[in-house]
């Protein structure tokens, strides 16, 4: 298996532009997880689903943010308009129901906004 | 609610010397604990994972951890540093039977290993 794969790696935008996170969870997960990483508030949860539905999205900082997860092998993450404070490394990770809560990395994603 | 402490944003070791990276954590529930690694430009990765089979817990690369309830901590350890070892780590907590799966994340402890 290929792991959690995340599009793009970087991405560097203008205050104001429409910004699109990409994730490819791992086959057979039915948990998704958006995570953000930024040097001040560390590693913050942002939303994540089971079996496709939305569970917490308490994590979201403001309505420019919105996630969906169309089906089980896919979701988007969206900040629109962006601003310079949504820099930051978003991560994508997946985890089996029932299991051991084990989370499965994606690389991630570098977001500058300048 | 559930949080997590780490006790140091950074640890320094010699190579060949033990490494202890310090965890305290905070849960209302049973916690399951975690330790992850994440190596630079990298994702996190699973050290390994206390779900109350045994307090000692054995992880990948030779790192292990002790969950100890009277102390509510989940101290990382290693008996000899490596080189590769230099990473950031981060003690994880999450609640079981609460019904919520999102993991707690602690700020992280960055460790630097010298020649």
């Known amino acids: 298996d290929a792991g959690v794969i995340q599009s793009p790696r970087h991405e560097v935008t203008e205050m104001g532009q429409e910004v699109t996170l990409r994730c490819k969870p791992i086959?057979?997960?039915?948990?998704l997880f958006w995570y953000r990483q930024t040097m001040m508030r560390g590693l913050e949860l942002l939303i994540y689903?089971?079996?496709?539905?939305?569970?917490?999205d308490s994590g979201m900082p403001e309505d420019r943010f919105s996630a969906k997860m169309p089906n089980a092998s896919f979701s988007t993450l969206k900040i629109q308009p962006s601003e310079p404070r949504d820099s930051a490394v978003y991560f994508c990770?997946?985890?089996?129901?029932?299991?051991?809560?084990?989370?499965?990395f994606g690389s991630g994603t570098q977001l500058s906004v300048l | 609610a559930q949080s997590v402490t780490q006790l140091d944003s950074h640890v320094s070791v010699s190579e060949g010397t033990p490494v202890l990276l310090r965890c305290n954590y905070s849960?209302?529930?049973?916690?399951?604990l975690f330790w992850y690694v994440q190596h630079p430009n990298k994702g996190l990765q699973l050290l390994l994972k206390?779900?109350?089979?045994?307090?000692l817990v054995k992880g990948i690369n030779g790192f292990e951890a002790e969950f100890k309830k009277s102390e509510t901590s989940f101290h990382l350890t290693k008996p000899s540093a490596h080189m590769s070892d230099a990473a950031e780590y981060f003690c994880?907590?999450?609640?079981?039977?609460?019904?919520?799966?999102?993991?707690?994340f602690g700020s992280g402890t960055r460790l630097q290993v010298q020649p």
């Open positions: 994880v907590v999450s609640e079981r039977g609460t019904g919520r799966r999102a993991l707690t």
């Open positions: 849960s209302s529930y049973s916690p399951s």
């Open positions: 689903f089971n079996n496709n539905v939305p569970i917490d």
């Open positions: 990770a997946s985890s089996l129901v029932g299991g051991s809560e084990k989370l499965f």
């Open positions: 206390y779900t109350s089979a045994a307090t």
């Open positions: 086959s057979g997960h039915d948990y």
